[in-house]
């Protein structure tokens, strides 16, 4: 089945720094999700956004819609040592029984 | 807290056996979904359900197979478990309407099949 592009497959920090990563696809999506899961429990929902060009925050983390609708990009700024975890992307196409495509994501972490 | 419960959470079978993973939820939302988790894949849908009685195939429905009788419940069964089902399975409920997809997420249950 389709993908979502997620690269690299790990990202090594330094606690303060601000972190970028992005997420793209061969297909155009109508909405763009991005989840953090914590060890051992599910993936938790931190920024949806629905309209290309869309710029959404959610505390330190910023979201972006991409302008050709194929890509997505989430950055941490000030990043802490909850921070931690697998931050994945999903993408939406349109129509009400219409399935998400995630991508494989990116585990981050922070060194104090 | 999107009020999803799944039980067991953590469960060790043989290989052969049938076993039922439960997903309750306490919101009444429409669709429910079932995934597994396996390292390098990722999260891959099996099956979802759009209401009651009301059932489709996911990516990755061989060897599964889900009930949904009442709102609150979706049942995902491995009819006879193999190895390869070993994986974190997760449910998750769509709690938007209209063309809006926001999913949210269970607790899962680690599935051990040896």
């Known amino acids: 089945g389709q993908q979502l592009n997620q690269s690299p497959q790990s990202m090594f920090i330094q606690e303060g720094e601000d972190v970028s990563m992005n997420c793209t696809s061969s297909s155009i999506f109508n909405t763009w999700l991005w989840y953090k899961q914590d060890p051992g429990e599910g993936p938790v929902l931190l920024i949806a956004?629905?309209?290309?060009?869309e710029l959404t925050s959610n505390g330190r983390l910023t979201a972006q819609f991409g302008i050709t609708r194929k890509d997505s990009f989430l950055n941490i700024s000030a990043s802490i040592p909850s921070d931690v975890g697998i931050y994945f992307c999903?993408?939406?196409?349109?129509?009400?029984?219409?399935?998400?495509?995630f991508g494989k994501g990116i585990t981050l972490s922070v060194r104090p | 807290d999107a009020g999803i419960t799944q039980s067991p959470r953590h469960k060790v079978t043989e290989t052969g056996t049938p076993v039922t993973l439960r997903c309750h939820q306490t919101?009444?939302?429409?669709?429910m979904y079932w995934y597994r988790q396996d390292p390098g894949h990722g999260l891959r849908l099996i099956h979802y359900?759009?209401?009651?009685?009301?059932?489709d195939k996911g990516e990755v429905s061989d060897g599964y197979s889900v009930s949904r009788s009442k709102t609150e419940d979706f049942l995902l069964t491995l009819e006879s478990a193999t190895s390869s089902q070993t994986s974190v399975y997760f449910c998750?409920?769509?709690?938007?309407?209209?063309?809006?997809?926001?999913?949210?997420f269970g607790p899962g249950t680690r599935l051990t099949v040896l």
């Open positions: 998750a409920i769509r709690k938007a309407s209209g063309e809006y997809n926001e999913q949210f």
């Open positions: 359900s759009y209401g009651v009685k009301d059932t």
């Open positions: 919101e009444n939302h429409r669709y």
């Open positions: 956004l629905y309209k290309a060009g």
């Open positions: 999903a993408g939406h196409h349109t129509g009400a029984n219409s399935k998400l495509t």
